[in-house]
């Protein structure tokens, strides 16, 4: 597709269960990230990759989660245990360069964990 | 945590008028990003500025790199009514990710 695409749009998760997000960047975009997003705050930063290498993974608020980008195109955030506090939206962005600021963004997958 | 601080936080606007939203610092940049969110969308890129005092249009949209460095503004002019969202400013961190401010919405006025 044209653009970042991300799936599933909403996922409802009960607390305790695993959830796996799925994020497709755009066909030839080295760098990959992604973000969570709280209600009523700007996008904060989780991860980084660099085709199939994670060089960033300070944003990750615990180790419950864990994302992968095993062929350096499409990328799996995954959350265990899922938790109140997990609730946000995900979304994930790609560029074409490293270090390019010119990342173009998903539409997110709006994470409910009741 | 966040170090963008952005105002006002919210906004109302009638069509036609013209917007003015800013975004300070306390440290120096060298970039300055300006992005939209619509609801239920990604931000998308509006505007991006690379050197002090920079001056670019996007269209209705001007914004403008702070001599200091250390602000930027935003400004629409004659706004529609598709220009509702939240905007954000945003600047790079050490990885190409991006490090954003709390955003500015902008509603229609009741």
């Known amino acids: 597709g044209a653009g970042v695409s991300q799936s599933p749009r909403y996922k409802v998760a009960k607390r305790g269960q695993d959830v796996a997000l799925r994020c497709d960047p755009i066909s030839g975009h080295v760098s990959l990230f992604w973000y969570q997003q709280a209600l009523g705050q700007g996008p904060e930063f989780l991860t980084y990759?660099?085709?199939?290498?994670?060089?960033?993974k300070s944003g990750l608020p615990s180790d419950r989660f864990f994302a992968e980008r095993p062929e350096g195109s499409v990328s799996t955030l995954k959350i265990q245990r899922t938790q109140q506090e997990d609730s946000a939206v995900y979304l994930c962005?790609?560029?074409?360069?490293?270090?390019?600021?010119?990342?173009?963004f998903g539409q997110g997958t709006r994470l409910t964990v009741v | 945590g966040q170090q963008l601080n952005q105002s006002p936080q919210s906004m109302f606007i009638q069509e036609g008028e013209d917007v003015s939203m800013n975004c300070t610092s306390s440290?120096?940049?060298?970039?300055w990003l300006w992005y939209k969110q619509d609801p239920g969308e990604g931000p998308v890129l509006l505007i991006a500025l690379y050197k002090a005092g920079e001056l670019t249009s996007n269209g209705r949209l001007t914004a403008q790199f702070g001599i200091t460095r250390k602000d930027s503004f935003l400004n629409i002019s004659a706004s529609i009514p598709s220009d509702v969202g939240i905007y954000f400013c945003a600047k790079p961190g050490s990885q190409g990710n991006l490090i954003f401010g709390k955003g500015t919405k902008l509603s229609v006025k009741p």
């Open positions: 440290s120096i940049f060298n970039t």
């Open positions: 962005a790609s560029s074409l360069a490293p270090l390019n600021t010119e990342a173009f």
């Open positions: 990759f660099q085709n199939e290498a994670q060089l960033d």
